[in-house]
């Protein structure tokens, strides 16, 4: 019973009340001697004895209340730890001038995200997973900060990789406009393990912790070196295992009527092909029909590389 406050002496008194029942507080005092007085007082305070003659107490009621106080206090201890761990690696090897550093806000994270976008002048890699992280107009293809102090449009190669569960996002299809129009190089994979973006093989951004963990907040800024090469080789692996989406330019705009350009806009929304049917006043047969038509005028063999060739070649 140590850390109840009781003492080896009432220790002994709780388990002989246990074994011999309810004791008189003076056959205690005769039996155990002068020490035992202060130990009954304890273990009275602590709720392991009650009454008299004095009785032992069932220990889940008289610890519980213990128990959880012990408990409160090392959740405030962990609590209190965490903070401090994250003073020290902000002013350490972690801090804004380090070779890695921790970010841990969502304003953080988003302006580094925009510095390694808009700041890259020949190359930006990425890794994009679900859940997907929308684009603002600050990515727009105009907007001033693409460009050099001279004026002229920053324009550095794109290598996107999409996981196929974001191809079910309408945000993500938005942003894959974006990139398409910023004649970016796309490809699909059927999963990635992390979210990652290298900008011109300088600079990169990773989750701290592996998906499914905990926290999902906690991101690493990495600055060069070795660590940023190891990104670069994890981001070639994938692109070359992923399913390049080629546009051949096949079909055109002009081939497509205005329900085709609906259902194409449905799609990337995420509805189904019965809700398309009720939205166009169509049967679901014809909407499967046009949907077929402009596969074979893209020469597309699913519905993503459908969308992929339709925001290259026929949506503005």
Known sequence: ?????????????????????????????????????????????????????AAARHPDYALQPLVANAEAHVTRLRARADELRDLYESRTARGPNAPVEMLTSRQRIASALDDLQLGAHREVLQFITWPFAPLTTLHAPGDPARRNPDGTVRRPRRR?????????????????????MLGADVRV???LPFKLIISDREAAMVPRWPRGYSDQ???LLI???????SMIVVFDHYWNEAVPLHSDQRGSANELDQIDMSILQYIVAGQTDDQ??????????????????????????????????AARNWME
Do not use: W
């Open 160 to 180: 996107l990789i999409y996981e196929r569960a974001v191809l079910n996002s309408e945000p993500a299809m938005a942003g894959l406009r974006h990139a398409v």
């Open 276 to 309: 398309m049917a009720r939205l166009l006043d169509k049967s679901k047969s014809t909407i499967l029909r046009r949907i077929k038509r402009m596969r074979e005028l893209a020469g597309a063999e699913s519905r993503p590389a459908l969308i992929f060739h």
């Open 217 to 219: 907040i906690s991101t």
């Open 189 to 191: 994979a059927k999963s």
């Open 1 to 53: 019973m140590t850390g109840l406050g009781i003492g080896d002496v009432g220790a002994t008194l709780y388990l002989d009340l246990i074994e011999n029942g309810p004791t008189p507080t003076a056959e205690i005092l005769e039996r155990f001697g002068g020490m035992a007085e202060e130990a009954v007082d304890r273990l009275r305070a602590v709720g392991l004895v009650v009454g008299e003659p």
């Open 223 to 229: 600055r060069g070196g070795a660590l940023v090469e």
